[in-house]
């Protein structure tokens, strides 16, 4: 069974910096485009980041110039380096990958299971 595990969480100070990590686990024909999302409490997903298999990234207007999502196709694994953290990214990161797991049903979209990033003023 393909997933995506995530890992790099957890509780840091205004100003700060954390590293999501990302990667597939299960076999897989090729990942595609690779993103990270949040959700706060009470708010929608939102889009962080997006990676293409090429390294083309784009970013939202919140994080850009804070946030660097990279990835290592040997590995299929993504990763979203945050600095200078702010109690408004305080949120829920989901890691997003469109997978291909069978040449007859083509690609997906796969969710990874959301790692908490709590940021305290």
């Known amino acids: 069974q393909v997933q995506l595990v995530e890992s790099g969480g957890g509780l840091v100070q205004a100003g700060g910096s954390l590293r999501l990590s990302c990667g597939v686990s299960?076999?897989?024909?090729?990942?595609?485009?690779m993103a990270w999302y949040r959700q706060a409490p009470g708010n929608q997903r939102e889009l962080v980041a997006t990676?293409?298999?090429?390294?083309?990234?784009n970013y939202a207007d919140s994080v850009k110039g804070r946030f660097t999502i990279s990835r290592d196709n040997a590995k299929n694994t993504v990763y979203l380096q945050m600095n200078s953290l702010k109690p408004d990214d305080t949120a829920v990161y989901y890691c997003?990958?469109?997978?291909?797991?069978?040449?007859?049903?083509?690609?997906?979209?796969?969710w990874g299971q959301g790692t908490q990033v709590t940021v305290s003023s």
């Open positions: 997003n990958a469109d997978l291909l797991t069978s040449i007859l049903r083509g690609s997906h979209d796969y």
């Open positions: 299960g076999r897989i024909f090729s990942c595609n485009d």
């Open positions: 990676i293409t298999r090429g390294g083309t990234t």
